[in-house]
């Protein structure tokens, strides 16, 4: 059978300025940005062309939230905040949404860490705006009455005495100053029904293995992603693909990564990095490509 000249779609995203990174200077987008509007192909490994769009995304929380979700409609839609820069760009809006949408961010000088695992909680940090992630408002857990076998057995025998005597000094002592409690802030209403900790459906492990026998060997796996923007970003997007994906569908969703990148020199160049993308997604979008021929030709049986 003919091999198709249907394209996949990769969206990825880089973000902006962000601290001591001007918007030219942000590693994140320095590496994302030559891949605006650009073609991948790979004959060799017989993998259809990949039609890679870009966008860059503010360091802001509230921007992920009013960007992302709607980046995962089918057809994706844009948001007015990022409508001029996604025309400019020339990026695509395929009628079945993306097919792998990626992720970039800067971390500390090292190797390129390839994120696994996202969270829900934990946003402390504040945004490029000052602002922090959403506080969400979630019940006390119930007390369970303890059983007698739960209690320990010293504290089952302290004599009337010494429970006295414990009171006395309490009572003489200092007010204890009360422990200032910090909010939990991340994904609230919406969200509810998804775990605190999600996972891609992309095979890390074999992906960094295949990076390697590329000869790019400063790339590893991280379960860490930060707590922050990117952090934040992957579990947001992470859900969509969960959201919008029924289980009596017979097809895959977008695929989804997020990936670090070190300042530029520390020791990756910005163009090193770039190649390392496009070793990503398409060893991503090959791994696509043998879902749908294995989906497709379940149809016909």
């Known amino acids: 059978m003919a091999q198709t000249t249907a394209k996949y779609h990769c969206l990825v995203t880089g973000f902006g300025p962000f601290y001591r990174?001007?918007?030219?200077?942000?590693?994140?987008?320095l590496a994302v940005k030559p891949l605006t509007n650009s073609i991948i192909e790979d004959e060799q490994n017989n993998v259809r062309p990949i039609h890679v769009s870009t966008l860059q995304l503010p360091v802001s929380y509230?921007?992920?939230?009013?960007?992302?979700?709607?980046?995962?409609?089918?057809?994706?839609v844009f948001h007015p905040s990022i409508a001029e820069q996604a025309a400019r760009?020339?990026?695509?809006?395929?009628?079945?949404?993306?097919?792998?949408?990626?992720?970039?961010?800067?971390?500390?000088?090292?190797?390129?860490?390839?994120?696994?695992?996202?969270?829900?909680?934990?946003y402390n940090m504040k945004d490029i705006y000052g602002r922090q992630a959403p506080v969400v408002e979630t019940a006390?857990?119930?007390?369970?009455?303890?059983?007698?076998?739960?209690?320990?057995?010293?504290?089952?025998?302290?004599s009337a005495p010494q429970i006295e005597q414990n009171q006395l000094e309490l009572a003489e002592g200092p007010e204890?100053?009360?422990?200032?409690?910090?909010?939990?802030?991340?994904?609230?209403p919406g969200y509810e029904n998804f775990q605190e900790e999600v996972y891609s459906d992309v095979n890390v492990v074999s992906l960094i293995r295949n990076m390697k026998q590329q000869n790019f060997e400063d790339v590893?796996?991280?379960?860490?992603?930060?707590?922050?923007?990117?952090?934040?970003?992957?579990?947001?997007?992470?859900?969509?693909?969960?959201?919008?994906v029924k289980p009596y569908e017979r097809r895959r969703g977008t695929q989804v990564l997020v990936v670090h990148v070190p300042?530029?020199?520390?020791?990756?160049?910005?163009?090193?990095?770039?190649?390392?993308?496009?070793?990503?997604?398409?060893?991503?979008?090959?791994?696509?490509?043998?879902?749908?021929?294995?989906?497709?030709?379940?149809?016909?049986?």
């Not at 990174?21 to 987008?29: F, I, R, S």
């Not at 204890?176 to 609230?188: A, L, V």
């Not at 070793?279 to 030709?297: F, G, N, P, R």
């Open 176 to 188: 204890p100053t009360p422990e200032p409690i910090r909010p939990k802030r991340g994904f609230g």
């Open 89 to 122: 760009n020339g990026v695509a809006r395929p009628q079945k949404g993306y097919d792998f949408i990626l992720h970039v961010g800067v971390a500390g000088r090292g190797a390129l860490r390839v994120e696994r695992v996202a969270h829900k909680f934990g």
């Open 220 to 244: 590893y796996l991280s379960m860490d992603a930060g707590h922050y923007l990117p952090d934040f970003i992957y579990y947001c997007s992470l859900a969509e693909v969960i959201r919008s």
């Open 21 to 29: 990174y001007t918007e030219e200077e942000n590693p994140a987008w």
């Open 62 to 76: 509230q921007a992920v939230m009013d960007v992302v979700p709607l980046l995962h409609s089918h057809p994706p």
């Open 140 to 158: 006390p857990l119930p007390v369970e009455p303890e059983e007698p076998g739960d209690v320990p057995e010293e504290v089952l025998h302290i």
């Open 263 to 301: 300042p530029v020199g520390q020791p990756l160049t910005s163009e090193q990095v770039t190649t390392a993308l496009k070793l990503i997604i398409t060893w991503v979008c090959s791994e696509l490509q043998s879902i749908d021929d294995t989906l497709a030709k379940e149809r016909f049986q």
